[in-house]
């Protein structure tokens, strides 16, 4: 039995159905946990991010190991049904994109004013309980990074929110690139609507890099998405 990743039969409200089946595992998952994948007009694979460009799609969990496995047993051939070309850098390319979807809607947060910079900005944001999400420089201090830890969860679960999770990956000059500064070591994420939409894609993104470096010493005690 062929199986097909694109489902496309619709709810009785005549909506998409949020769940897609995983050309890897043929398990079927919530779109938000997976990547849909295109072809373009000369026939090569590309990641669709947002998941909105034309053409029919496969979908994928957001993890380098379900990819990697597509790509070795030549699952996108059969999946679209025709011969298609692979890149040897797809597996970089997906990490790179879903980086740059991270760090564009930390971007957006700044035009929102949902966010607070530097280390005594997310501290009194800290201090009102709004932090959602830590995002932590991978070369900042442990020092630092420690007390915004823990005043932000002390804080949160005083008011029976979430810990924040923390995001570990980028150098604090391609954080502070985001946010148009030379370089920025702490951020928070307050609160709200686009702090929701940002975990989502953290998560996916942690399929392909440790949010946490394996190099920090306070690492185990760091909150990690789920």
């Not at 496969?58 to 999946?79: P, Q």
């Not at 390319?93 to 530097?118: D, F, H, N, Y």
């Amino acid at each position: 039995m062929q199986i097909t990743s694109e489902i496309t039969d619709l709810d009785k409200r005549g909506h998409k159905p949020t769940q897609r089946r995983c050309i890897a595992k043929c398990e079927v998952r919530e779109r938000h946990d997976m990547i849909r994948f295109v072809t373009d007009p000369t026939g090569v694979v590309v990641p669709d991010i947002l998941g909105k460009l034309p053409g029919r799609g496969v979908w994928v969990s957001s993890d380098a190991g379900s990819l990697s496995e597509v790509i070795s047993k030549t699952a996108f051939s059969r999946s679209f049904k025709s011969k298609v070309k692979v890149l040897d850098d797809l597996l970089s390319t997906t990490e790179r994109l879903l980086s740059r979807r991270v760090l564009g809607l930390v971007t957006m947060a700044r035009k929102a004013g949902s966010i607070s910079l530097g280390f005594d900005q997310v501290q009194s944001m800290a201090r009102e309980a709004e932090v959602a999400i830590r995002i932590e420089a991978s070369d900042g201090s442990a020092d630092g990074r420690g007390k915004i830890r823990t005043l932000s969860k002390a804080m949160n679960r005083e008011y029976n929110f979430a810990d924040p999770i923390v995001v570990g990956c980028f150098s604090s000059n391609k954080i502070g690139a985001a946010l148009s500064r030379e370089s920025i070591v702490h951020v928070g994420i307050k609160r709200g609507k686009l702090a929701k939409t940002l975990s989502v894609e953290v998560k996916r993104l942690s399929g392909f890099v440790d949010l946490v470096p394996v190099d920090w010493p306070d690492r185990e005690h760091e909150i990690k998405i789920k």
